[in-house]
């Protein structure tokens, strides 16, 4: 394009200019990288050298390419938001990587001049992105559950300005909160059992025009992405009703696991044994009545009551939930008050093995402490009831012998929380601890399935410690119990930050913004429509369900969906996804465009394909720290190693190169992958790059993929230096010559 | 001089920890103007300085990266380091904000190529280490410091060692003339971040940790297991450097405890459990930890994480509370007294180095900030909600991480709903 102006600066600050010959370098850019404008700087980042730059952006360059520091540093210097950029690392990529010595000179050079023919070859082929069409238009948040975490929700956007919608499948506001009699306190003294504080919650929202309640409703069907949504909210009518949405926090909360499948700890065989929820329903009739909490059995007084902790939890055998609900403990502790608190005469044993309340949780103990209620470190075999008592059997845990506890008038069996999540999108046939069959919460028409990907024991969390709103469904945010097992406290702060995250999904998508962790990225999937062969592979690795398909199978982009790590571009096997300032060309180009010497050079060349998360950056630290690696690699950084295409492997080795090593982040079950499963399925593409090796006679030592670390400063020159012995042994490539 | 552009629109974090820098963060990308004020040189607070995260064990240089990657992205976001707040008045919305900016002696020429380093030769304590290893007077805080850029200690400046770092740099960014500055800026709402601190456990006088050099804290161990620490990663004895293979680590150090701290600082059995696995990682079958605990306090799937500990031979479990730690004067071995409460044993039990599971406080008490704030009694801030003042992450709860993050982005929300008012007409 004739309006296109490319410029390259050589920065020969930081020693540079010392270790390199930055002239020729820069000559290069000219004459190889076709660079019309290209200037050298002494101290390119200094206020003079950035101003000299913005000039020629002033006068019309439009494409820049920086050889200079690594695009990790001064990024505020560099910043020219209105050109495309490109960024020859020489600092930490070259002379920090190799020894400043006589013999390390020339390879070290021929490093520098391939980086800066890289940088000029991709910004030729890049554009700057135009900024994504598909923009949104509604900011209203629906907010699906009407617990104290969708309550909260709801109170909290309207806070901030936005509408809501909220849909409740119950007839009533409030869910598990509204059933408590009261709740474990959340400010100090943390001495006794508060007010839910759910009443108010209700009142906030359904006198608030701003909040569209829909009780006795579910979602028939959700569609669209962040910005569009479109909710078929099937009502009480039997009517639909269809509204616009910008953003949608799940807040649906848990079912208490069933203690019916607990029958060894008495539960179905007497109305004496009762569950959590029993028990507050037991306190909400007592108040009602203003007798104090009566025994079940015959509505004779309560003189011992017993707390079973972990019913059906942290259980072994793997009949029951292996996991800890969390709240359990302070909820014990809160209904053994309730009977302390009317009559310290009652007595209260609380059976635990562990007793988990962690920060203030611990005043709320000891205030229990205080007031009489028994804790018993034990683990209960068995509840035996007889009549109006019951006997609990367990194993005494100090005393380590067989005890029990006879006459109780009340057992509390503390069963932990279920998550409503919904189905399991990648087994339909799953059912939940309970045993039940889930049905669909949302209703996505997504080609990936109906609700959000779980993460582990059927709760839709995040996995990622950092990140706890990283969402596989942009847009859509889990929060409270349906996440993660938890208590009204941090539901209600769950709720709230969620609620945070649906708001800027919803204010970015208008911006045509990506969400996190590319946030503000404006570059966008674009697919070329009439070479795609309806392979529907994007459409089905796509980490983030962002890609559906039409009546044809072609793919539909949904953008404000994606999150721009590539994996749809690694998975084209026509090419023809790509970016427009991150595609199959840009990198393809900087492949081609390194120096490859021939066959007698002794000199191989490795193209290493780095995560520009973690092992980029990993690289970048090894050469600050004097960590040096072999001067034969030419490293590529990639948003993900998803990204990948194998076409730039086998041009890669078609064009001569000896081998190619793949840097990802680690995959399976602690995976570490940002982008979900992009390494994951680079390392299953490139299992099947062994038989295109064996085609092209190649030994399959020449691709290697590894798993690598933010924190691998000293394994990763490692790892190229062993790979370097390899290609030594193995010898150069063959295809040398022939491109 | 420096200068910063805020108003009563602008929210103001104060910390750049995890919890300060996802509260800055995720406001900025809601589109809203945002100072984030942090106190020492470099952003990553503690976090920067574990070596990996429980249950995963993964690294949280990750994810800082991640986040180093949107802050450099964002316009909306400004950062001030070697900043503290000293007063502020005002009242919601319309605050004025006094901050103190200490001499880095380096300005914003500094490309970081580290020749100030290489010329200075005089070492300080590296409080990134704990003061566990020195560190050049002229230096970069850590790898992933940001701003990337190099900071002279004040101890060499009008010294001769000064005047090398002066002489080293290229780039005119040494200022040696640099000063202590005050500025006052506007803010609508403010955060804070502040984080926590270790408890002191020299004030657990039974465990000897002011005595004996083999008893450490449970920071001091994240450093030991960190290749970026002073011995490389390598698990040693401060005493003698020799291999530290039969570790115990004593939960409850300071928490739980009416003595010292009252409350439970939840973080510390999953860092221990954590930590037995480093032990694993170094020493394999030959590791040995011991885990002297009251509750083993791993909540939710973190259970998942127990039990793969609990099934690791090299890891054992006593309930206990030990009374005493003694040391065995020729070895300098600790020696941990106390009684097993699972059967009720006394026991004198050997290990080459005891780690103390310190509990975590506020590292700025609620009642030392310079306006009216609510704190409870430990010091943790809490949000009123009438107020334009909240907590976040751990200045406002003992909280591990992940729920440090949940809390620092809903303190963004509250704040946000304060500054929100002009910009945004009700539906």
Known sequence: ?739 | MTEVVATSQTIVVVGGGISGMTAALEAAECGRQVLLIEKTPALGGRTALLYRYFPKLCHPTCGLEINLRRLKSSRNLRVLTMAEVTKITGARGDYSVSLKLSPRYVNENCTACGACSEAVEAAIDNPYNYGLSKMKAAYLPHAMAYPQRYVLDPSIVGTPEGEKAKAACKYGAIDLGMKQETLEIKAGAVIWATGWQPYDAAKIQPYGYDRYPNVITSLEFERLADPHGPTGGKITRPSDGREAKDIAFIQCAGSRDENHLRHCSRICCMASLKQTQYVREAYGEEGKSTVYYIDIRAIDRFEDFYRKVLADKTVRFVKSKPARIAEDRKTLDPVIHGVDTEGYHRYASRHDLVVLAVGMEPAVKGADIPHEIVADSSGFIESAASGGFFGAGCASNALDVNRSVQSATASALRAIQVVRKSDRVEA
């Not at chain 1, 993460?455 to 990622?464: E, K, M, P, W, Y």
């Open chain 1, 1 to 739: 394009m004739a309006d296109l102006k490319y410029a390259a600066y050589v920065c020969s600050g930081c020693g540079i200019g010392e270790r390199i010959d930055a002239a020729q370098t820069a000559k290069i850019a000219e004459k190889e990288g076709k660079i019309a404008l290209v200037r050298q700087h002494p101290f390119l980042c200094s206020s003079d050298g950035v101003a000299l730059i913005r000039k020629d952006i002033g006068e019309g360059a439009t494409h820049v390419a920086i050889a200079a520091c690594s695009r990790r540093a001064k990024t505020e210097a560099f910043h020219f938001p209105s050109v495309a950029l490109a960024r020859a690392n020489l600092r930490e990529g070259v002379i920090w990587a190799r020894p400043d010595t006589d013999e390390a000179r020339e390879t070290t050079q021929e490093m520098a001049d391939d980086y800066v023919r890289m940088a000029c070859a991709e910004l030729k082929k890049m554009k700057l992105p135009a900024g994504n069409p598909e923009v949104g238009r509604s900011t209203r948040i629906l907010v699906v559950g009407g617990g104290i975490s969708g309550l909260t929700a709801a109170v909290e956007a309207r806070k901030t300005g936005y509408e809501v919608v909220l849909v409740e499948k119950q007839a009533q506001l409030g869910g598990w909160a509204a059933k408590l009699w009261k709740r474990v306190p959340d400010r100090e003294p943390h001495a006794a059992p508060v007010d839910t504080g759910v009443r108010e919650l209700i009142d906030a929202v359904t006198k608030d025009a701003g909040v569209k309640v829909y009780t006795n409703a579910t979602l028939a069907q959700t569609s669209g992405a962040p910005g569009r949504f479109n909710a078929t909210i099937a009502i009480e009518s039997g009517a639909s009703v269809n509204e616009e949405i910008g953003a949608i926090v799940q807040a649906t909360g848990f079912s208490l696991y069933d203690m019916n499948r607990l029958p060894e700890l008495g539960a179905g065989k007497s109305p004496n044994v009762v569950d959590q929820a029993g028990l507050e329903k037991l306190a909400r009739e007592a108040e009602a009545s203003g007798q104090p909490i009566c025994r079940p059995s015959d509505g004779g007084e309560v003189k011992s009551v017993v707390f079973v902790q972990c019913a059906g939890q942290r259980d072994e055998s793997g009949k029951h939930l292996p996991y800890c609900s969390g709240y359990c403990c302070n909820t014990s502790i809160k209904q053994a008050m309730y009977f302390k608190d009317a009559n310290p005469a009652v007595d209260t044993v609380v059976v635990y093995t562990d007793l988990r309340v962690p920060g203030n949780g611990e005043d709320f103990y000891r205030s229990a402490q205080h007031k009489g209620v028994v804790f018993t470190k034990g683990k209960v075999a068995s509840v035996e009831p007889d009549g109006n008592a019951c006997t609990v059997n367990f194993r005494d845990l100090i005393l380590d012998e067989d005890a029990r506890i006879e006459g109780a008038d009340l057992v509390v069996l503390a069963t932990g929380q279920v998550a409503n999540a919904g189905v399991d999108i990648e087994n339909a046939d799953a059912t939940d601890a309970n045993g039940a069959k889930p049905i669909s919460i949302l209703n996505l028409n997504y080609r990936q399935g109906k609700d959000l990907p779980k993460l582990s024991h059927g709760f839709a969390d995040s996995h990622f410690i950092c990140f706890p709103y990283e969402t596989r469904r942009t847009g859509i945010y889990a929060a409270g119990p349906v996440r993660r097992p938890m208590d009204i406290a941090q539901a209600m702060e769950d709720a709230t930050g969620a609620v945070l995250k649906a708001i800027q999904a919803a204010e970015n998508s208008q911006l045509g913004r990506s969400a996190h962790p590319r946030s503000g990225d404006l570059s966008f999937p674009m697919v070329r429509l009439d070479g795609c062969t309806q392979c529907k592979r994007c459409t089905v690795e796509c980490p983030f369900g962002a890609i559906d398909e039409d009546e044809k199978t072609y793919p539909v982009f949904n953008e404000s969906r994606c999150r721009r790590c590539g994996t749809c571009m690694g998975a084209c096997p026509v090419r023809v996804i790509s970016f427009e300032n991150y595609s199959v060309d840009t990198v393809g180009a900087q492949i081609k465009a390194v120096d490859i010497p021939d066959e007698f050079s002794e000199k191989p060349r490795i193209l290493v394909l780095a995560c520009e998360n973690d092992a980029y950056p990993a690289l970048d630290m090894a050469a600050m720290q004097g960590n040096h690696y072999s001067a034969f690699v030419r490293v590529i950084p990639v948003r993900c190693l998803g990204s990948v295409n194998t076409i730039w492997i086998t041009d890669a080795l078609n064009g001569g190169y000896d081998g190619v090593m793949m840097m990802g982040c680690k995959h399976g079950d602690d995976y570490q992958c940002h982008f979900v499963k992009g390494s994951a399925l680079a390392t299953e593409r490139m299992s099947k790059v062994d038989e295109t090796l064996k085609t092209m006679s190649l030994e399959t030592e020449r691709v290697a993929t590894y798993e690598v670390a933010i924190t691998d400063l000293k394994r990763l020159p490692q790892l190229i230096e062993d790979y370097a012995k390899v290609i030594d042994k193995i010898g150069m490539s063959p295809m040398k010559g022939f491109a």
